[in-house]
């Protein structure tokens, strides 16, 4: 018997939820959650932030945080407790989404895979890495950039080399004729809402069967995979 799947998706701030909402409302992917009977919930944080080192239960009771990395290991721990063994017949999944900004990806994975043993997870477990930010996978889609900016400036667009870590969402902003070093000196929650705009304005219009960013088609094989 297939089991009916739910996913717990984590995610690093506002502007991956905002994508996530609307990407899980494209025409395709809503046919694959009727047909799998998947239900889902997103979980943002403030942040990517680093792996903080808890060993103890009381120390993981105790200890706030707000990023995501922060917050992994509990989290991880808490789902195992919740979830595992299932007794109410669910498949349960989590998928991590986060940039990779400048990091090794090889490395990360590992300290990643590393926190999962740590915790005696039992739980399947994926991670998706946007390289190098989350606007890779937008840059990936100009049509859909497009369509949501009939003005944007299409060289700056074509200029841009995929998943290259060149600055991304600076390179979307001055295609669309916004003052980075303005915005930049003014304030960071400025940046932040401008990119849950961009997230709410051009996923709708992505074709997500084509695009040039290498992430974003290992997300789509990730999400093909659940």
Same mark, same amino acid.
């Given at each position: ?8 998706? $984590?995610?690093?701030?506002? +502007?991956?939820? !905002? ?13 694959k959650i009727?047909?799998? #009977?998947? +239900?889902?919930?997103?979980? +943002? ?23 995501? $990395?922060?917050?992994? !290991? =509990? ?20 998928m991590v ?15 990643? #895979?590393?926190?999962? =043993?740590?915790? #005696?997870?039992?739980?399947h477990v ?27 400036? $299409? ?18 902003? !001055? ?5 980075? +070093? ?8 400025? &940046?932040?809402?401008? =990119? ?5 304005? &051009? ?5 997500? #069967? ?17």
């Amino acid at each position: 018997m297939t089991l009916p799947i739910h996913i717990e998706f $984590l995610v690093e701030d506002a +502007s991956f939820e !905002k994508f996530l909402m609307k990407f899980m409302n494209i025409d395709s992917i809503q046919r694959k959650i009727r047909e799998k #009977d998947i +239900s889902y919930n997103v979980h +943002s944080y403030r942040g990517l932030g680093s792996v903080i080192n808890i060993s103890s239960s009381k120390e993981i009771s105790t200890f706030k945080q707000t990023t995501l $990395l922060g917050n992994l !290991k =509990k989290l991880i721990k808490g789902y195992n407790r919740t979830f595992c063994p299932s007794q109410d017949q669910i498949d349960y999944r989590i998928m991590v989404v986060c940039d990779l900004d400048d990091k090794q990806e090889k490395d990360f994975r590992s300290t990643l #895979d590393n926190l999962l =043993k740590e915790c #005696d997870n039992s739980l399947h477990v994926c991670f998706s890495f946007a390289i190098e930010e989350l606007e890779a996978w937008f840059l990936g889609d100009i049509n859909a950039i497009q369509k949501a900016y009939p003005n944007v400036k $299409l060289q700056i667009l074509q200029s841009y080399v995929n998943d290259s870590i060149c600055g991304t969402w600076e390179t979307l902003a !001055k295609a669309l004729e916004i003052d980075v +070093s303005k915005l930049k000196k003014n304030s960071y929650s400025l &940046i932040g809402t401008l =990119k849950c705009t961009w997230a709410e304005n &051009i996923t709708p219009y992505m074709n997500i #069967d084509n695009n040039q960013s290498k992430s974003f088609n290992i997300f789509m094989t990730k999400i093909k995979e659940l």
